[in-house]
Nanobody, 116 residues
Framework: QVQLVESGGGLVQPGGSLRLSCAASGNAFNTYTMGWYRQAPGKQRELVATITRGDSTNYADSVKGRFTISKDNAKHTVYLQMNSLKPEDTAVYYC??????????WGQGTQVTVSS
């Protein structure tokens, strides 16, 4: 089992920035990728960004150049730096951990609202 706890969401004006954090605990030894997904009201959950054990990253086209995913292995924490936020970035953001056999773990989600 892997437990994931997100933090850092909130309300921000368009053009502003937020940094999300996701702390992992439990049996994270077999983690292959960690990432962030989001779900807006009435929409399906979608990938935002992922980072592999070897630090390879992948981003949704809609966030490329604005969001940066990173991780601190010593702290078992993954981050999502979000800059130049837009109203369409408003969603619940979920942290994800996937192990080498494809088993997914999810955090409880953190709300990000971009509004003036």
């Amino acid at each position: 089992q892997v437990q994931l706890v997100e933090s850092g969401g909130g309300l921000v004006q368009p053009g502003g920035s937020l940094r999300l954090s996701c702390a992992a605990s439990g049996n994270a030894f077999n983690t292959y990728t960690m990432g962030w997904y989001r779900q807006a009201p009435g929409k399906q959950r979608e990938l935002v960004a992922t980072i592999t054990r070897g630090d390879s990253t992948n981003y949704a086209d809609s966030v490329k150049g604005r969001f940066t995913i990173s991780k601190d292995n010593a702290k078992h924490t993954v981050y999502l730096q979000m800059n130049s936020l837009k109203p369409e970035d408003t969603a619940v953001y979920y942290c994800n951990s996937r192990n080498f056999v494809g088993l997914d773990y999810w955090g409880q989600g953190t709300q990000v609202t971009v509004s003036s």
